[in-house]
Nanobody
Framework: QVTLVESGGGVVQAGGSLSLSCEAS????????MGWFRRAPGKERELVAA????????YYGASVKGRFTISRNNARNMVHLQMKSLKPEDTALYYC?????????????????WGQGTQVTVSS
C-alpha cells in the first residue's frame, strides 16, 4: 500500500507561479511512476505530467508543456510540480497519483494510488 500526501496549491493571479509537492509513504517500490492529474469543474480528470522515478523520463500534457515542470527526489520519495505562467484554465483540483511499472501511461485507471487532492485557483 502507498499513501500519497499533497502539499502546495492555493490562489494565484494569472501569469503567476505555484509549486505542488507529493510525498509517498508505505511500500514506495510500488510507486514506480508518479504523476499529477487535475480535474476542472465539469471536465474529466486529465494527466498533467508524470515521471518515471528510476529514469527521470517525463510526460507533459499538451496544455501545460513548456509551463509546468515535474521533478522527483527519490531519497525523500517526493515528486514536485512547478507551475509557471498560470492561466485561469489551469484552475482545478490537482491530484498526485502513482502506479507500479515504468511506462508513462496517461490512462487514470492505470494508477493505483491517489492523494486527496489540492486546489489550485488562478484568477484573471
Amino acid at each position: 500500500q502507498v499513501t500519497l500526501v499533497e502539499s502546495g496549491g492555493g490562489v494565484v493571479q494569472a501569469g503567476g507561479s505555484l509549486s505542488l509537492s507529493c510525498e509517498a509513504s508505505g511500500y514506495t517500490l510500488s510507486a514506480s511512476t508518479m504523476g499529477w492529474f487535475r480535474r476542472a469543474p465539469g471536465k474529466e480528470r486529465e494527466l498533467v505530467a508524470a515521471i518515471v522515478r528510476a529514469t527521470g523520463t517525463t510526460y507533459y500534457g499538451a496544455s501545460v508543456k513548456g509551463r509546468f515542470t515535474i521533478s522527483r527526489n527519490n531519497a525523500r520519495n517526493m515528486v514536485h510540480l512547478q507551475m509557471k505562467s498560470l492561466k485561469p484554465e489551469d484552475t482545478a483540483l490537482y491530484y498526485c497519483a502513482a502506479r507500479s511499472g515504468f511506462s508513462l501511461d496517461t490512462d487514470r485507471t492505470s494508477y493505483n494510488y491517489w492523494g486527496q487532492g489540492t486546489q489550485v485557483t488562478v484568477s484573471s
